[in-house]
């Protein structure tokens, strides 16, 4: 039996070998976020819509808000850029307490507007993902995030970003492979 076997690597795994830095992070990005799309898109459209999960959640959710993370840490966090809505995936526009908890307020959840669709989405993410391979082809990991859009002070480097959102995309990959997991095994 060959290592790669053992360790049971997925085939969408970026390769082993290759580029590090900013290439490395683009590669393992996209395949992290291709998958949540992948998963919530093999979903039956009723599914899609519903939470399976006691948090309340539904994979379209999931979904709008892993577009919306990406958009706030790489666009509007690292480049300062404005953007439109950026908590538009919750029902507030402040979603967070103001105690530094990283706590919700009370009633905060995600929300999709009626009659967008998954693959409504996941076009919407690929627009963000291009930007984001665009910021990491364009500046150094070292770079620390501009000043007056998502960060007012001591803003985090690109790769310290990067982190962060591929660490979130990774958890809620993990949730989504549950949740279609529990539509499959209530379908046997």
Not at 72 to 98: C, K, M, Y
């Amino acid at each position: 039996m060959t290592e790669d076997a053992r360790v049971a690597r997925s085939t969408g795994e970026p390769a082993k070998t290759g580029p590090a830095g900013a290439p490395r992070w683009s590669d393992y990005l996209d395949w992290v976020r291709a998958e949540v799309c992948r998963t919530v898109l093999a979903l039956p459209e009723a599914e899609q819509r519903t939470a399976r999960v006691p948090s309340g959640w539904t994979p379209l959710e999931m979904l709008s808000h892993c577009l919306h993370m990406e958009q706030r840490w790489f666009v509007w966090g690292f480049l300062g850029e404005q953007v439109a809505e950026p908590w538009g995936d919750w029902n507030t526009d402040e979603p967070w307490l103001s105690d530094d908890s990283d706590e919700t307020a009370p009633r905060a959840r995600w929300v999709v507007p009626e009659g967008v669709t998954a693959a409504d989405l996941v076009d919407r993410l690929d627009r963000i993902a291009e930007r984001t391979r665009s910021v990491l082809r364009e500046h150094p990991l070292d770079a620390r995030a501009a000043s007056g859009g998502r960060f007012a002070d001591d803003p985090p480097t690109l790769e310290w970003i990067c982190f962060h959102v591929l660490a979130e995309y990774a958890r809620h990959a993990g949730h989504l492979d549950i949740v279609a997991e529990l539509v499959t095994s209530d379908g046997r």
